[in-house]
């Protein structure tokens, strides 16, 4: 995409894959003239919020996390769900991959783990092929969270999509699936 056109960044980041984004040295990526100009007390309409995917995304996001906490209450945030449903279904894993395998930088992950820890739904031990490799698994505790939670978990997804009808939904999450 040819710099300012069809863009509408304040700033470029320079990051590697180690780094994190820097407010040192940000370049402005686009002048005041690319912003959309008010006239006769509009806006110009070629930029519209409510038009915008990441905008329906976190609207639906919303929507999905209010059905979350409506079936989960306090007990668990979504991550620590996310963290409780992958080690169920996968087993003993490094605190890497379950990252890996939820979508959580390894910070994220980490944090998540220690909580879970400190609760008692996870437990981490030697890996017996790799000593210096620790592994998580769910506790007695965890077990029976997860099997507490995977119906709500699933009426959670029933709900979100229940606007949909049934071709609707598989159309929605076949094309979200391409979006990852």
């Not at 056109?5 to 470029?12: D, T």
């Not at 390894?106 to 008692?120: E, N």
Request: glycine letters at 8%.
């Amino acid at each position: 995409m040819t710099p300012g056109r069809g863009r509408i960044n304040l700033f470029a980041y320079k990051q590697t894959a180690t780094e994190r984004p820097s407010i040192v040295g940000r370049q402005p990526a686009a002048t005041l003239q690319q912003w959309p100009r008010v006239t006769r007390g509009r806006r110009n309409a070629a930029y519209r919020l409510e038009e915008q995917v990441g905008f329906i995304l976190r609207q639906a996001y919303q929507r999905n996390s209010v059905l979350f906490a409506e079936q989960f209450a306090d007990e668990l945030t979504p991550t620590q769900w996310a963290a409780i449903a992958k080690l169920g279904e996968v087993g003993g894993c490094s605190q890497n991959h379950l990252g890996r395998l939820i979508a959580m930088d390894a910070a994220t992950v980490k944090g998540v783990v220690d909580r879970l820890m400190k609760r008692g739904f996870v437990e981490s031990a030697p890996s017996p092929t790799d000593r210096r490799r620790l592994l998580l698994t769910l506790s007695a505790a965890g077990r029976k969270a997860f099997e507490k939670g995977a119906g709500r978990a699933q009426q959670v997804s029933v709900s979100t999509l229940k606007p949909l009808k049934a071709g609707e939904q598989a159309v929605l999450l076949r094309l979200l699936k391409r979006l990852r």
